[in-house]
């Protein structure tokens, strides 16, 4: 029996008459791009999230790029970010001119340390060559960063929040969403996501108007807003009307048909991964240095379920002869990387590189049945390397 690392074949199935009827659709209406299924899962994504607003674009590493462009965040400006993260997080930076400043995650959660993260931004600001601007917050794995205590950093410093939720959309800490802290929540479609689409897409999420309304612009090659025009006598069309320099990010209307249906089942698929990771924990008790920890009063979407073991490589060979996929994320932590190795990392991050080379990701997905969990089980316990 082959074991998926993730199965979007049975999703497929579990709904694939919807998943037809909703493309049968776009294609008799002939709206691909931002016809009405787009306005429609924007309001859906929105109300799922406790947002203000949501707009879709082409891509989770847009979604970053997109409120960056409307705070003007550019040359000499400084973005603190995780480096144990996926390249867009920290990528996005310098397209903008910026540069990031990597900080270092907490050894239970690899999510940002908010200790390591203050002391960042104090050391950046006494060296006196960069102006602190913003903080990308990455939910990795899926799970919450610690929001309340980095929203405190950001307001005492005066800066903006981002909750890079492309793995962890869905994901809440004490029954609240990350859009409860940050200025803007992003996320991704892409497919291997908790909530992934057929192609590739993203979404920003503020309960910003302005931020908003400077977004729907950016999205769509700085097309003039209401507030652009309020005034003036404009007759055709806005979007001919380009008051800033943007971007050509749309999501696909046929994408957005078929993210309205799997929105509808994400709920059950979330309560489906989290007994998963409870099976998993309780089967390799004893067996791996670590099995994930959550943040006290958090729910993670399981994006990944990552486990520790000190022969972390032994391991994976080992699983792949039983027919167990797995995955390391992230062997190489961005700042290790020769392009995004000039970027400033004050004091180090150990932590990063440490867990760079134990962390194991074994498969997960919502339809993982009991038997299925049990050889993938069976087969880390029968490791003796």
């Not at 999703?11 to 998943?19: A, E, F, G, L, T």
């Not at 040359?75 to 930076?93: K, L, N, R």
């Not at 980095?150 to 929040?161: E, P, Q, R, T, W």
Request: some cysteine; aromatic content about 8%.
């Amino acid at each position: 029996m082959t074991i998926p690392f993730i199965d979007l074949a049975t999703q497929q199935k579990r709904i694939k008459p919807q998943i037809d009827a909703a493309i049968a659709k776009v294609l008799a209406h002939g709206a691909y791009v931002m016809g009405p299924e787009v306005r429609q899962f924007e309001a859906d994504l929105a109300a799922f999230a406790g947002a203000k607003h949501a707009l879709s674009c082409a891509n989770g590493t847009e979604a970053l790029a997109l409120p960056l462009m409307a705070w003007e965040i550019g040359a000499g400006d400084a973005v603190f970010c995780p480096s144990f993260t996926f390249a867009a997080t920290g990528e996005i930076i310098p397209w903008l001119g910026a540069s990031p400043v990597f900080v270092d995650i907490l050894a239970d959660t690899y999510n940002i340390d908010p200790v390591r993260l203050e002391a960042a931004i104090k050391a950046i600001k006494a060296e006196g060559k960069l102006t602190p601007k913003a903080i990308i917050a990455v939910d990795l794995f899926g799970q919450p960063a610690d929001y309340p205590a980095i929203s405190a950093i950001a307001k005492k410093y005066g800066l903006k929040l981002i909750a890079d939720s492309a793995q962890g959309f869905g994901c809440t800490l004490n029954g609240k969403h990350p859009a409860a802290w940050a200025d803007v929540v992003t996320t991704s479609f892409f497919p291997a996501k908790p909530l992934g689409c057929y192609g590739d897409g993203g979404a920003v999420l503020t309960d910003d108007d302005w931020l908003a309304e400077r977004i729907d612009s950016l999205r769509v090659h700085g097309k003039a807003t209401a507030s652009d025009i309020a005034g003036k006598t404009f007759e055709h069309d806005p979007k001919y009307l380009n008051v800033r320099v943007g971007l050509n990010s749309r999501l696909d209307t046929i994408q957005a048909a078929i993210l309205i249906e799997k929105l509808k089942i994400f709920a059950d698929e979330l309560k489906a991964r989290d007994a998963i990771a409870k099976r998993y924990a309780a089967g390799l008790k004893g067996s791996v240095t670590t099995t994930p920890m959550v943040i006290e009063g958090g729910f993670s979407t399981w994006a990944q379920y990552t486990i520790e073991h000190p022969n972390r490589d032994g391991l994976a060979a080992h699983l792949k002869t039983q027919g167990v996929p797995s995955a390391a994320y992230y062997p190489m932590p961005m700042h290790t990387q020769e392009v995004y190795g000039v970027y400033p990392r004050p004091g180090g991050l150990p932590v990063s590189e440490a867990k760079a080379q134990t962390v194991l990701a074994l498969p997960m997905h919502p339809y993982l049945d009991v038997e299925m969990q049990g050889k993938i089980i069976d087969a880390v316990r029968s490791f003796n390397g």
